[in-house]
């Protein structure tokens, strides 16, 4: 029988996942379908109770439910508590596991697609909302040099390297929050813009100079150009785009729901294709 999963969003129509899934089913040899599930804004909780009397096995989760997704959870995995936030559920017998496979993607796409360590490395991370909050502890993981959190308003940045400091378990790292004008002057080896400001085209006020030679400036958004991509290239910087992430995330998923690890270089070409 095949085994079904879907990703649920709202809105969900323009999602690859489904593509992406059905990609990793065929090389993999899997026997899954992969849906798109619009659950309405205030039928979240009902769509997974519905999904979970209809045999689904699991499910992406994606805006604006990741937050609605980690309350629902009975079970969290580490780097979903770390995370705030849930894309990943899998469903048991005695419940619903929620997982965040989003840091992971993002650290495995720089680190192994892209062959940039983040050790050691000068880091800028731009935002401070749930898709910046989502990849903080994964990189931090990896111990670059330093971390500086930007974001247009500042508090929310503030108290991103308040919960760091006062876990405490990234003594090694400083980690600072800074407005970006104060950026004038300081050179990164990593850039990467976790707002949406791209979605509406809008141009973050980035001092120039921020890209140290060969930096690598990294927009989470994929299947656009964004402002930030535009002026990441007009400083040098080397460019890339979310779908590597989109694509890394996906395979952590699977891999949790099936046990077995797609190859994702085949994938990401053909997307970009
Ligand atoms: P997401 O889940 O995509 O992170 P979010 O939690 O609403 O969505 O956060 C959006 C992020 O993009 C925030 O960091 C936001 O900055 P503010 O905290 O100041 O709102 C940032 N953002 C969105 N539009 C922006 C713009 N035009 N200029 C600068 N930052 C922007």
Do not use: C
């Amino acid at each position: 029988m095949t085994d079904r999963y879907a990703v649920i969003g709202h809105p969900v129509e323009h999602s690859k996942s489904p593509q992406i899934h059905a990609a990793f089913a065929r090389q993999t040899a899997q026997d899954i379908s992969y849906e798109k599930i619009l659950a309405p804004l205030d039928g979240f909780a009902q769509t997974v109770a519905a999904m979970r009397a209809d045999g689904f096995m699991g499910a992406n989760v994606t805006v604006p439910f990741k937050l609605e997704a980690f309350h629902l959870a009975y079970r969290l995995t580490e780097r979903a508590n770390d995370a705030g936030a849930v894309n990943t559920l899998l469903f048991t017998g005695e419940g619903v596991i929620g997982d965040n496979t989003d840091g992971v993607g993002l650290v495995r796409d720089i680190q192994h697609n892209l062959a940039v360590a983040i050790q050691g490395k000068r880091v800028l991370l731009i935002g401070a909302g749930g898709a910046a909050e989502g990849v903080l502890h994964p990189v931090l993981e990896q111990q670059p040099g330093l971390l500086v959190i930007s974001n247009r308003t500042l508090d929310k940045a503030l108290i991103m390297v308040k919960k760091i400091e006062e876990r405490g378990d990234f003594r090694f790292v400083s980690v600072q929050a800074q407005a970006f004008e104060d950026l004038q002057g300081q050179a990164f080896d990593i850039v990467i813009n976790a707002t949406s400001a791209g979605l509406s085209d809008s141009e973050l006020p980035l001092p120039p100079g921020i890209f140290a030679p060969g930096a690598l400036a990294y927009d989470m958004m994929y299947g656009r150009e964004t402002p930030f991509m535009k002026f990441a290239r007009l400083q040098q910087a080397r460019v890339a785009d979310g779908l590597g992430m989109l694509v890394e995330q996906a395979a952590e998923s699977f891999y949790l729901w099936r046990g077995v690890r797609p190859l994702t270089a085949p994938v990401i070409a053909a997307f970009r294709a």
